[in-house]
């Protein structure tokens, strides 16, 4: 049986960065996102425990990692888009609901 993905606001901006460019720097990925490096660290650790992200040592570096989406994190990348068709199906251009 899946278990439920459990994303926080605060998760998606880096799902989204990563989503555009995989295999940043914790460094590089939290500030595209705008945010502290600590608050990216406890991201990044929800993401990797909830299956989406994995991290590999950077090979030039003794301390960095490269941060890369692994197979759920890059599926929900086509479900969110697929969820996002369906909810915007009824809604004119204008921004009024078409039923």
């Known amino acids: 049986m899946t ?8 998760q998606w901006p880096a799902l989204l960065i990563l ?6 720097t914790q460094t590089e990925l939290a500030t595209r996102c705008s945010i502290e490096h600590y608050t990216t660290t406890r991201i990044l ?13 950077q090979p030039t570096s003794r301390r960095a990692y490269l ?3 692994i197979d759920l994190g890059a599926s929900l990348k086509t479900m969110t888009c697929l969820w996002r068709l369906h909810c915007l199906a009824g809604v004119k251009t204008n921004g009024r609901c078409s039923n």
């Open 19 to 24: 989503w555009q460019e995989d295999g940043l």
């Open 67 to 69: 941060i890369y989406l």
């Open 45 to 57: 650790n929800t993401l990797e425990t909830q299956g989406l992200i994995t991290r590999k040592p």
């Open 3 to 10: 278990r439920p993905l459990d994303l926080k606001t605060a």
